[in-house]
């Protein structure tokens, strides 16, 4: 595959969804994310080779369970020690960046897309697309989203069904659409 060019598409100010490179790495990924869902559901066999061919980078010791998704999978970096619960999707148009010793919850998603705002871009299915930085400790709640373009500091919670659209510092706790802090969390 050629991702350094599919990467350069989607580097633009304006990605052209209907570019046939990305339509084909996106055919990639679903292939071999579907193969990867089907051992485990079927075989009960966590082969992480399927995932290492996709991701950009796989840490020590991950832990993905079955029905994962991803657009692209080469914008997704893992560190060590990451947990993916059931049903995380990940709309990697630009990088998605986890730390160590991360924990998302079921159902969650992460989204680095978004239509263009332009109607005139809108109709030829233009969109735009910034990356997500998830950093060391953080936990996800079930059913969270998180939008283009945030950060998640170190050590944070974010409760479940949040709507993450701005960076949340390190060491909080925070709930609600859209995400806020709650509290500390104290050391």
């Not at 950060?151 to 706790?173: L, Q, R, S």
Request: contains cysteine; aromatic residues 8%.
């Amino acid at each position: 595959m050629k991702t350094e060019l599919i990467r350069a598409k989607l580097a633009q100010k304006s990605i052209p969804s209907k570019d046939p490179d990305l339509l084909q790495a996106q055919q990639n990924a679903a292939q071999i994310t579907r193969l990867f869902n089907n051992q485990v559901y079927h075989e009960n066999r966590y082969d992480y080779s399927l995932l290492h061919e996709l991701f950009g980078k796989i840490g020590a010791e991950p832990y993905i369970e079955p029905n994962f998704n991803c657009s692209f999978g080469f914008n997704i970096f893992l560190g060590n020690n990451v947990f993916f619960n059931h049903d995380v999707t990940i709309l990697d148009y630009a990088p998605v960046t986890f730390g160590n010793n991360i924990n998302v919850a079921p159902k969650t998603t992460f989204i680095t897309v978004n239509q263009a705002t332009d109607p005139a871009l809108r109709k030829t299915g233009a969109c735009t697309a910034a990356p997500i930085t998830i950093e060391d400790g953080v936990w996800i709640g079930a059913n969270a989203i998180i939008l283009p373009g945030v950060t998640i500091g170190e050590n944070t919670i974010i409760g479940a069904g949040a709507v993450v659209t701005h960076d949340i510092p390190k060491n909080c706790v925070a709930v609600g659409n859209p995400a806020r802090i709650q509290r500390k969390i104290k050391k």
